[in-house]
């Protein structure tokens, strides 16, 4: 099992760029496929990007690649998501979620997820 905690949402300017993270509890975090998902009100969540246990396979949404990078740093139980050319329709609470096996955009085989942080683009 493993616990997932987002931090380093907040207000920012449309061009501009914000890293959110994702730190996991737990030894066994090299074995998790990651996945940052996000959702806005009355929408479904929707899949931004996921990253295998190595970090070898990224994957990432066609709104958001070339302008969103996924990482992680196993040593640190974390994963990353920088986000550069922030747009208005970026402004979501996102989340990160993990799974075990391949990688996956459907956030209906991510087992375990966090409660998000609030990624806010102005004009």
């Known amino acids: 099992q493993v616990t997932l905690v987002e931090s380093g949402g907040g207000l920012v300017q449309a061009g501009g760029s914000l890293t959110v993270s994702c730190a996991a509890s737990?030894?066994?975090?090299?074995?998790?496929?990651m996945g940052w998902f996000r959702q806005v009100p009355g929408k479904e969540r929707e899949f931004v990007s996921t990253i295998s246990t190595n970090g070898g396979i990224t994957n990432y949404a066609d709104s958001v690649k070339g302008r969103f990078t996924i990482s992680r740093d196993n040593a640190k139980n974390t994963v990353y998501l920088q986000m550069n050319s922030l747009k208005p329709g970026d402004t979501a609470v996102y989340y990160c979620?993990?799974?075990?096996?391949?990688?996956?955009?459907?956030?209906?085989?991510?087992?375990?997820w966090g409660r998000g942080t609030q990624v806010t683009v102005s004009n």
């Open positions: 979620a993990a799974r075990q096996m391949a990688t996956s955009r459907r956030s209906v085989e991510y087992a375990y």
């Open positions: 737990g030894r066994t975090f090299s074995t998790y496929v």
